[in-house]
């Protein structure tokens, strides 16, 4: 399990003692590179191998699954060697950068529960890493404050100073710490996730890339939403940690036997392992959320952060996850800090879950500098920028994020506050089950107009109403993934066709069978209920405890319906769908706020914050 890195051919092995030490040879290598075209990427198995390999100008997709074959020992070519949503082709390397990772796959047809994981031979266990032990996938200026916190890490490393694995969680976390003993650092390997091949805690039973806690969310893929959701959070707005991703070497970290969940670190000396994982800065508090009263929030804190969990969908915001931190000298002044965004970003629309919603705080009008900054919110260039920080990001999770956050902005614009926008993102829940939320409504309408082919006005068409009827049986949005319009230059994308889709784990016909539904029964539905009681907290708990019950991916996990999917528009449907859903947002905003002025008049003034 111990990651090499092979230069082109793969001939004798790195022997002798370096004549460079440190940061001297670590430039030297990297100057090499970049003189002689060589780009150096980390291949990882699905079952969670890191190896680092040396890529010449004259390589291609045949030669370096040749030189994986000799690596693994393993024949490869039944296996695809994926980088996000590309399965690259023979020449197709063009795309893939410097430090990248890639993921080799073996395919579907080829897969048995015989057959052997792949796993390096024990020469290759001898060769050198030319890499350091902790090596940021990126040379961005804003992973420079992240390099200094590594460096103190290896440091501590040198002296003795061991990780400890976090006990809390579902999957594999550990706090790295420098000379003094302080924790500095919380790494989450990617292979240690929840059910991932690796995970120390038992949660195995699936390989990387097929879909994981969430549907929507594919295991080993967490760790690059963490990063996105640090990259997003410009200016450090909302106050999330520094996140990068790193290639780090240790022998603190989990090796299982093969994918079954027995654990090795029972039986057998401690391996040195390379992951790929995500390295967030650790920032010093006193308790989280759950543990402390709300009241003495700030306001400005708590709409900070749910501005960034609506524009990333953030399916797993709760108290666990905001960090609290008294601030010196200010009697019960505190700061919030946002951690675990690994479940951000899901690859469909997500019922998102925002505890935030039923504090008082999200009940009062944002601020002009908040709206200022809402205002200047680009999806566009929000898209472009992980596309060039992560390459490997999935186009499906960009067109989650760009709908969200056009959704933010236009309910900024109307006067929707903080609790509003994010009631209309969420889910009711009623004794048939999950029923969509608003914003799901006006993207299934928006869908039906473009299958229709309604080209009318939106002034013509929506000018004078108050709101707008849905009464479609969700099969009727198969005509739409199908329907033919003229080509329109798409600000979204990047020119990719393939769009990532996951392994569906359910019927899609049962999802789909018997939605006939409208957004004026929807708010009828709730129109006698409490504000915020259409989003209990009960069934969330009863589905941890039930996961926290098993120990295998083989078990029925809770399945989120999916009543939306954005990766199935072609790249036309899928400008035409955020125009004609720009279009339906005045009248679903105005309903929004009748229902909110109706609220308020049952529940007096008493409620006013």
């Excluded at 040198?158 to 500095?184: D, H, W």
């Excluded at 800065?281 to 543990?291: I, L, Q, Y």
């Excluded at 798409?490 to 016909?509: A, C, I, Q």
């Excluded at 009828?524 to 019950?549: A, F, V």
């Amino acid at each position: 399990m111990a990651m090499a890195v092979f230069k082109s051919p793969i001939k004798g092995e790195f022997h002798g003692p370096r004549k460079m030490e440190g940061k001297e040879y670590k430039h030297h290598h990297l100057l090499l590179r970049q003189s002689s075209g060589r780009r150096r990427v980390f291949v990882q198995t699905e079952t969670g191998c890191v190896l680092g390999v040396e890529l010449d100008r004259s390589d291609n997709v045949h030669t370096v699954k040749k030189r994986l074959q000799i690596a693994f020992n393993f024949p490869t070519e039944e296996s695809s060697l994926t980088f996000g949503d590309m399965v690259l082709k023979n020449d197709d390397l063009s795309a893939v950068r410097n430090d990248s990772p890639l993921l080799l796959k073996r395919n579907l047809m080829h897969r048995s529960s015989s057959t052997p994981c792949l796993s390096p031979t024990g020469n290759d266990l001898q060769r050198k890493d030319l890499s350091g032990p902790i090596e940021i996938l990126s040379h961005s200026r804003c992973f420079l404050s992240l390099k200094q916190t590594a460096n103190d890490i290896v440091e501590a490393m040198k002296t003795g100073v061991e990780p400890i694995l976090v006990n809390g969680g579902m999957g594999g976390a550990y706090y790295f710490r420098n000379e003094k003993g302080q924790s500095v650092a919380i790494v989450k390997p990617t292979d240690e996730e929840p059910f991932a091949p690796n995970n120390p805690k038992g949660f195995t039973g699936k390989s990387l890339g097929e879909p994981g806690l969430k549907p929507s969310v594919r295991v080993g893929e967490t760790g690059y939403r963490e990063v996105a959701a640090y990259l997003l959070d410009y200016d450090h707005f909302a106050n999330v940690p520094p996140t990068a991703l790193v290639k780090i070497t240790h022998t603190v970290f989990n090796v299982n036997d093969g994918v079954n969940g027995n654990r090795s670190r029972e039986k057998k000396k401690k391996l040195v392992s390379s992951k790929i994982a995500s390295f967030q800065k650790f920032v010093a508090h006193d308790f989280d959320a759950s543990d402390h009263g709300t009241s003495s929030f700030p306001v400005a804190s708590v709409h900070r952060i749910g501005i960034l969990d609506i524009r990333i969908l953030n399916t797993d915001r709760h108290g666990g996850n905001l960090l609290v931190k008294k601030l010196d000298g200010r009697f019960g002044q505190v700061e919030l800090i946002p951690i675990d965004h690994g479940l951000c970003l899901p690859e469909t629309l997500e019922d998102p879950y925002f505890e935030w919603i039923h504090w008082p705080q999200a009940s009062i009008p944002f601020s002009e500098e908040e709206l200022d900054y809402i205002l200047s919110l680009d999806p566009v260039k929000d898209c472009q920028m992980l596309r060039r920080e992560l390459p490997m990001i999935r186009e499906a999770c960009l067109r989650v994020l760009a709908l969200c956050t056009v959704f933010l902005k236009e309910a900024a614009a109307y006067g929707l506050w903080l609790a509003e926008i994010g009631e209309m993102m969420t889910r009711e829940f009623n004794a048939g089950g999950e029923v969509p939320s608003v914003l799901e409504m006006v993207c299934i309408e928006a869908k039906r107009l473009i299958a229709e082919g309604d080209v009318l006005s939106p002034q013509s068409d929506i000018e004078g109403e108050t709101e707008f009827q849905f009464d479609l049986d969700y099969s009727d949005l198969d005509s739409v993934y199908s329907s033919k319009t003229q080509t329109v230059k798409n600000p979204f994308s990047n020119g990719r066709s393939s769009l990532g889709k996951l392994e569906e784990e359910e019927d899609e016909t049962e999802e789909e069978a018997g939605l006939s539904l409208s957004l004026s029964k929807l708010s009828t539905s709730t129109k006698d209920n409490k504000m915020g009681s259409m989003y209990p907290n009960t069934p969330r708990d009863e589905t941890e405890r039930t996961l926290s019950s098993h120990k295998s991916a083989n078990v029925l996990l809770p399945v989120s319906t999916n009543f939306v999917k954005l990766a199935d528009m072609i790249e036309v449907e899928w400008v035409v769908f955020l125009e004609k859903f720009q279009e339906l947002l005045d009248s679903a905003f105005a309903e929004r706020r009748t229902m909110t002025l109706r609220s308020r008049q049952r529940l007096g003034t008493s409620c006013q914050f």
